[in-house]
T-cell receptor, first 113, second 113 residues
């Protein structure tokens, strides 16, 4: 059973446009909902994260929207820039002693100049 | 401050050979993790450790072993390499459960031929 489903697999957006990536999950034990950004040849790096007690969090051009009843959360990138071209992963965490993340399959974003 | 350092960056193994992937962190983090990333896929947890002397299996532990004798080091051992272990391996660390952010190394690209 795939616990975390991410969509779309790839996305092409024009510079200045809005990029939207979605993540659907099954496990109601998830208690922390981050998005990681990965550039080619590098490890993932935390971009933005949200806890389930809020429905939205904004940091600069990046916004997470969280819908607990639908078991979904999404990443919105406003005014997308070529430097945002990367692979994005949702990686919710189960509330246990290990602080372990469950990664989605990833979305490859390309922002065209 | 180097963060999480992985060595080697690239390695080619023959089927049946053994090797150790090294991981070291200089942030005094208690939690450390090994993930593998297959092409076009998300990361899958192999093993993790919540402190020196404590290790536990993740989602895909078969064919791997780990040890954690110090806070700084968390090596991953492949005993009998198989083509299915061709992947990019990422080591990560985290201060602990209270702060959830994971810090990733740059990865080791392993090919088993």
């Amino acid at each position: 059973q795939q616990q975390v489903k991410q969509s779309p697999q790839s996305l092409i957006v024009q510079k200045g446009g809005i990029s939207i990536i979605n993540c659907a999950y099954e496990n109601t034990a998830f208690d922390y909902f981050p998005w990681y950004q990965q550039f080619p040849g590098k490890g993932p790096a935390l971009l933005i994260a949200i806890r389930p007690d809020v429905s939205e969090k904004k940091e600069g051009r990046f916004t997470i929207s969280f819908n607990k009843s639908a078991k979904q959360f999404s990443l919105h990138i406003m005014d997308s820039q070529p430097g945002d071209s990367a692979t994005y992963f949702c990686a919710p965490r189960v509330d246990n002693a290990g602080n372990m993340l469950t990664f989605g399959g990833g979305t490859r974003l390309m922002v065209k100049p | 401050n180097a963060g999480v350092t992985q060595t080697p960056k690239f390695r080619i193994l023959k089927i049946g050979q053994s090797m150790t992937l090294q991981c070291a962190q200089d942030m005094n983090h208690n939690y450390m993790y090994w993930y593998r990333q297959d092409p076009g896929m998300g990361l899958k947890l192999i093993y993790y450790s919540v402190g020196a002397g404590i290790t536990d299996k993740g989602e895909v532990p078969n064919g791997y072993n780990v040890s954690r004798s110090t806070t700084e080091d968390f090596p991953l051992r492949l005993e009998l390499a198989a083509p299915s272990q061709t992947s990019v391996y990422f080591c990560a660390s985290s201060p602990g459960r209270v702060e959830e952010k994971l810090f990733f190394g740059s990865g080791t690209q392993l090919s088993v031929l």
